[in-house]
């Protein structure tokens, strides 16, 4: 029984993994710009499908069938990729309506979500394809003691946790976080200063849906790249966000991973509750704690 | 006189009377045939997909490509596993399109609403792709045929051999729907019947991605097999992840209960080795079955025909014959010829379609075998199981009208 319970908390942390990197994304941007970004999942799907286009597709549609750009590099490429589309998304749509009500850009966002899905389904299929490129030192087992746990998962572990301390330690601790935060505080006042802001904020976005990409990338080898990976996630992902703080750092990423676990555990004890038992806690969060559990309340 | 004179007009009016009927006898002057299938999506390799349209186009042309003097025309679509977006495609096919056969019709749940609505409309439906036993049994109706196998036929064969072999407890994991469920009940069925027992089961939804976690459960569960009530893309993942998680290397056992050669394939036989499934069909079963799959393969671009592809062809051919016979492609005419017939090809021995629309026929229990020089060669036919014993009788289908 602990080794079920050990496993399944493993797997758990394991779907926390995109759970955190997608939430911090979204409360990056939301914290920064009080954008509800509804194209985040469909980002997420885009960067994966880009790690499989690089790796099995560019080759062939360029002429050179032997290139098959790795996942190292899909690592780096593709989080710069669909950065600069976020950014292509906040300088040609999104900024003009900054000074309406934040449902225009939700579902302005919603909108591009449903065309990049279309794409997808269109010039690939439903269904999911599998990547192919795993790289060759991460294929293979580890035996933890109570469980088998495949390399790949574990490096996806580790690396997400690096990249969120690296983005947290950013933006609360570092002089370019400052402005970004003081940018959102007071906008006039900042631009009294010298600062640009209109440019720090397409950054931002642009680094928030980098973000997705990246996580999009870790997710390809492990789940099949398909075009509703993005749809199936999209609304837990608002459930961890609203459960830690709207545009709270730290507290998308500690749900992130918590949420994980808790859905993992709920597995071993009843399974069939495992897919409402984030939603249950985030009724009871709004119900006990309506800012979430890391928000300020007001 | 008077009586003569009239009744020879009487004959007269009797005679242009008949030559309309012939004139009429195929209706809008084109036999066409509908292939509603999964053209995307988790069944698009192996059950439907382009396959199944190659197999339909390469019998018409075999036929001929005109039957009655008409020319034969095969339309298909993809209705994306929704029960609502095949009924919509049917509903247009018959009403507007004039289509005079559907056939596919891979998924359960597409399988019985599109069955149940062409037979309100009557028109004949060949399902292939599906599995669920409720499509001649509960769900019955006039126009409609189940051509290839069942939820029953297939665990018959493999949770036999596995029951007899000492794995005697299972863990389900299953497709949540109406032909994981069937799949489902009838191998425990067999399974309890040979004094064997259910430990437990995971439902989980179509297209899933990740079986992980199910998988820990059966590994926990203690059973000695772990039976995959599910087909397709899924059954490939679950195989895959229960080997990256180390199951059958801990000493369970995995039994698919709906494997296809594609499948396989794509798994690799290194990692499928030993894995013991049912089929309708293999092609390097006899020589017919091999001199048909090198032909189908010109068709395919290269994909070796995987069970439902032969039934897709059988099943055409066997229905153009019957429009032959019966003179007419009027479906009530048709389905009674197809009913009189004996289907005996390189497909179906001994096969005869009943009255519920099921065809009864020989089914095989194949073991995937490493090392082939043939990339699609991956299994051996280890025993061939006569269709009476495959199939449920006419009495215990379930099938109402059939019992009038």
């Given at each position: 029984m602990l080794n079920l319970i050990l496993a399944q908390a493993m797997l758990g942390l394991n779907n926390g993994v995109f759970y955190a990197m997608l939430s911090l994304g979204l409360a990056v941007i939301f914290g920064l710009l009080n954008v509800v970004n509804f194209a985040h999942g469909a980002l997420y799907m885009t960067g994966a499908f880009l790690a499989l286009i690089l790796y099995s597709y560019l080759g062939v549609w360029i002429g050179i069938e032997d290139l098959h750009i790795n996942f190292w590099a899909a690592l780096i490429i593709v989080p710069i990729l669909i950065g600069a589309l976020?950014?292509?998304?906040?300088?040609?749509?999104?900024?003009?309506?900054?000074?309406?009500?934040?449902?225009?850009?939700?579902?302005?966002?919603?909108?591009?979500?449903?065309?990049?899905?279309?794409?997808?389904?269109?010039?690939?299929?439903?269904?999911?394809?599998?990547?192919?490129?795993?790289?060759?030192?991460?294929?293979?087992?580890?035996?933890?003691?109570?469980?088998?746990f495949p390399k790949y998962r574990l490096f996806a572990i580790g690396f997400s946790i690096v990249i969120c301390l690296a983005v947290w330690f950013i933006i609360e601790r570092t002089r370019i976080g400052a402005m970004l935060r003081a940018g959102t505080e007071n906008p006039d006042l900042v631009k009294a200063f010298g600062i640009n802001v209109p440019l720090m904020v397409t950054l931002t976005f642009g680094f928030g849906t980098g973000l997705a990409g990246l996580a999009g990338v870790?997710?390809?080898?492990?789940?099949?790249?398909?075009?509703?990976?993005?749809?199936?996630l999209i609304i837990i992902i608002f459930a961890v966000v609203v459960i830690g703080g709207m545009g709270s750092i730290m507290g998308a990423v500690v749900s992130g991973f918590a949420l994980g676990l808790v859905e993992g555990l709920t597995k071993v004890f009843?399974?069939?509750?495992?897919?409402?038992?984030?939603?249950?806690?985030?009724?009871?969060?709004?119900?006990?704690?309506?800012?979430?559990?890391?928000?300020?309340?007001? | 006189m008077k009586s003569v004179l009239y009744g020879s007009v009487c004959a007269a009016a009797l005679a242009l009377g008949a030559n309309a009927a012939m004139a009429q006898s195929v209706s809008d002057d084109v036999v066409k045939i509908g292939v509603l299938g999964d053209m995307s999506g988790v069944y698009s390799t192996g059950f439907s997909g382009d396959g199944a349209v190659a197999a339909v186009k390469m019998a018409v042309e075999d036929f001929g490509g005109t039957v009655l003097g008409k020319p034969i025309e095969v339309i298909s679509a993809d209705h994306q596993n929704k029960a609502d977006v095949a009924s919509a495609t049917a509903r247009q096919w018959i009403d507007e399109d004039k289509v005079d056969m559907?056939?596919?019709?891979?998924?359960?749940?597409?399988?019985l609403a599109v069955q149940q609505l062409a037979s309100e409309k009557k028109t004949i439906t060949i399902s292939t792709g599906a599995a669920t036993t409720a499509l001649t049994g509960e769900a019955c109706t006039k126009y409609g045929i189940h051509y290839g196998y069942d939820t029953h036929a297939l665990p018959v064969g493999t949770?036999?051999?596995?029951?007899?072999?000492?794995?005697?407890?299972?863990?389900?994991?299953?497709?949540?729907?109406?032909?994981?469920?069937?799949?489902?009940?009838n191998t425990s069925e067999v399974v309890e019947k040979l004094g064997g027992t259910v430990v437990g089961s995971s439902d989980v939804p179509l297209a899933s991605t990740?079986?992980?976690?199910?998988?820990?459960?059966?590994?926990?569960?203690?059973?000695?097999?772990?039976?995959?009530?599910?087909?397709?893309?899924?059954?490939?993942?679950?195989?895959?992840?229960?080997?990256?998680?180390?199951?059958?290397?801990?000493?369970?056992?995995?039994?698919?209960?709906?494997v296809l050669i594609s499948d396989v394939k794509s798994l690799g036989t290194s990692v499928?080795?030993?894995?013991?499934?049912?089929?309708?069909?293999?092609?390097?079963?006899?020589?017919?079955?091999?001199?048909?799959?090198?032909?189908?393969?010109?068709?395919?671009?290269?994909?070796?025909?995987?069970?439902?592809?032969?039934?897709?062809?059988?099943?055409?051919?066997?229905?153009?014959k019957a429009v032959e016979a019966a003179g007419t492609d009027d479906s009530d005419a048709v389905r009674e010829e197809l009913g009189k017939m004996k289907i005996d090809d390189f497909f179906a021995k001994g096969g005869s379609i009943r009255k519920d629309g099921l065809l009864v026929h020989d089914m095989y229990l194949l073991r995937v075998k490493d090392g082939n020089e043939d990339p699609w060669d991956v299994a051996e036919v280890v025993r061939s199981i006569p269709g009476e014993e495959a199939y449920f009788s006419l009495a215990d289908g379930g099938c109402a009208m059939a019992q009038e």
């Open positions: 976020g950014i292509l998304i906040e300088r040609t749509m999104l900024r003009w309506l900054y000074n309406f009500d934040p449902i225009y850009s939700l579902l302005l966002t919603f909108g591009i979500t449903l065309v990049l899905q279309g794409l997808f389904v269109n010039f690939f299929s439903a269904s999911g394809t599998p990547y192919p490129g795993q790289p060759e030192s991460l294929r293979g087992v580890v035996d933890l003691g109570f469980m088998i870790l997710a390809a080898p492990i789940y099949s790249v398909g075009p509703l990976m993005g749809a199936d009843y399974a069939p509750a495992a897919n409402t038992v984030i939603f249950f806690l985030m009724v009871v969060v709004l119900l006990v704690r309506p800012a979430g559990l890391f928000g300020r309340q007001s | 559907i056939t596919d019709l891979t998924n359960s749940a597409v399988a949770a036999t051999a596995i029951v007899k072999e000492g794995g005697d407890s299972w863990y389900f994991i299953t497709a949540d729907y109406a032909f994981g469920h069937a799949l489902q009940d990740d079986f992980s976690s199910y998988l820990l459960q059966a590994q926990s569960s203690g059973a000695k097999v772990i039976a995959l009530a599910n087909a397709g893309q899924d059954t490939v993942n679950s195989i895959k992840q229960a080997n990256e998680f180390g199951i059958v290397a801990g000493g369970q056992q995995l039994a698919g209960m709906l499928a080795k030993g894995l013991n499934f049912t089929s309708a069909w293999y092609w390097n079963h006899d020589d017919e079955s091999r001199a048909w799959k090198e032909k189908y393969m010109k068709y395919s671009g290269d994909a070796a025909p995987t069970f439902p592809h032969a039934a897709d062809y059988s099943l055409t051919l066997a229905y153009l």
